[in-house]
């Protein structure tokens, strides 16, 4: 019996070298949105985050600010992972996983 649902992935398998950050983004001024393939992007320059990071130390102390970092960039980076996983078709799984470093440091985080 054939489907009558399309595959989801029909694209061109690409290794995580082949990804470009900087295709995949796009800017409405008119709207005031950045988006990365249907996803909202917010972009904060590294003072401000330092500033968070810095008063969230003094006011909740260096374990609770380090437990809720800890679980924000995890969150940050599974949801890039799932993101990728779902909108592009990588040639093996460690290709996959290595676009995470790719993205992070187009985003300038590594």
Not at 61 to 72: M, P
Not at 73 to 92: K, L, R
Request: include cysteine.
């Amino acid at each position: 019996m054939v489907s009558e649902f399309p595959t989801l992935r029909t694209r061109t398998k690409i290794k995580a070298d082949d990804f470009d950050l900087s295709r995949e983004i796009k800017f409405d001024p008119r709207r005031g949105l950045t988006t990365f393939r249907g996803n909202r992007l917010v972009i904060f320059e590294a003072d401000a985050i330092g500033l968070l990071r810095r008063n969230l130390i003094d006011d909740l102390g260096w374990e609770t600010a380090r437990g809720f970092l800890l679980r924000f960039g995890f969150e940050h980076g599974y949801s890039e992972f799932c993101h990728m996983d779902q909108s592009h078709d990588f040639e093996t799984e460690m290709d996959l996983l290595a676009s995470g470093p790719v993205i992070h440091t187009y985003e300038g985080l590594v």
